[in-house]
């Protein structure tokens, strides 16, 4: 990992849902001040957790971190509840896109400025989230059941940008969206990470599309980072593009399976 100042840092944390089932095996990933991080890796690999655990989400998932830690700025963060998180900063965006179906889009947007009371600077706010989503100023008025699934996503991002975090754990936000709709969602938070400043953690399968927008991948897979790297060095990985991206050939079960992920292992051991 680059030199930049570290303000997430998790620390070999291991997860266990309902006492038993063990899903994270010793996780460690930071992300540097105002960076993209990309956290790839199939389903079930593990993303969603790794998010669930950094903003505590899991108490209601039954689950729990047993071992490891996790640091924001230095500061231990295992024990706060998720709005103590939002007041530190730091906000998640569940999969799924998770909108009230019966509010307008301006209603969503509202209910994300719930740690705030000063009406000027929600009205300051509103505007801030309608200049990087024109596409929400123009639905403001529509019930989000009625709107399309890019912008209920663009909908659950703005939410998010409501309570002004500096660091957003993003959920699948390309799951279910035309990749043209899935540019343009990128490309906001592209807009928002260079003129806020606010750094992202990107959990996604599409792990193209990812590495295009992310400056440092992580790749996961049945609850351990297998690699990590620059977003550029990821994707011209030989490994990585034949079990991610589709090139090359063979029986690919597992990146494991991957030759020359195996050859360096053995170098490692
Ligand atoms: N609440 C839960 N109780 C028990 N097991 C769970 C729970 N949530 C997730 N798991 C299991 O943990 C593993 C990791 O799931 P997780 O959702 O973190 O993966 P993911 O990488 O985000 O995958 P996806 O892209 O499908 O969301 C899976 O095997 C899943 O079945």
Not at 68 to 88: F, T, Y
Not at 127 to 139: A, D, Q
Not at 207 to 212: D, E, I, P, R, Y
Not at 223 to 243: P, W
Request: proline share 2%; hydrophobic share 40%; net charge positive.
């Amino acid at each position: 990992m680059e030199s930049r100042n570290i303000v997430l840092s998790v620390n070999g944390i291991e997860v266990i849902y309902n006492h038993v089932i063990l899903v994270l095996k010793g996780v460690s990933l930071q992300l540097p001040e105002k960076g993209i991080v990309a956290l790839l890796g199939g389903n079930g690999a593990g993303k969603t957790t790794t998010l669930r655990a950094i903003s505590n989400l899991l108490k209601g998932e039954r689950g729990e971190v047993t071992k490891g830690s996790i640091e924001l700025r230095g500061e231990q963060i295992q024990n706060l509840s998720p709005a103590d998180l939002v007041k530190r900063g730091v906000v998640q965006v569940m999969e799924g896109r998770h909108c009230f179906a019966h509010l307008t889009i301006e209603e969503n947007l509202l209910t994300g400025s719930y740690t705030r009371t000063d009406k000027g600077e929600i009205a300051a706010n509103l505007e801030k989230v309608y200049n990087y989503f024109p596409r929400l100023k123009t639905r403001r008025t529509s019930q989000a059941a009625y709107t399309s699934g890019g912008e209920q996503q663009m909908c659950a991002i703005g939410r998010a940008i409501m309570s002004n975090p500096n660091i957003v754990l993003l959920d699948e936000p390309s799951m279910g969206l035309a990749p043209q709709i899935v540019e343009e969602v990128f490309n906001i938070v592209k807009d928002l990470n260079a003129k806020e400043g606010t750094t992202f953690l990107l959990a996604e399968q599409n792990t193209n599309m990812a590495l295009k927008y992310a400056d440092y991948g992580y790749i996961m897979e049945s609850g351990r980072i297998v690699m990590d790297g620059a977003a550029q060095d990821l994707a011209s990985n030989e490994d990585v593009k034949e079990f991610y991206l589709g090139v090359g050939g063979g029986e690919r079960k597992s990146f494991k399976d991957v030759k020359s992920y195996k050859r360096r292992k053995r170098w490692l051991a």
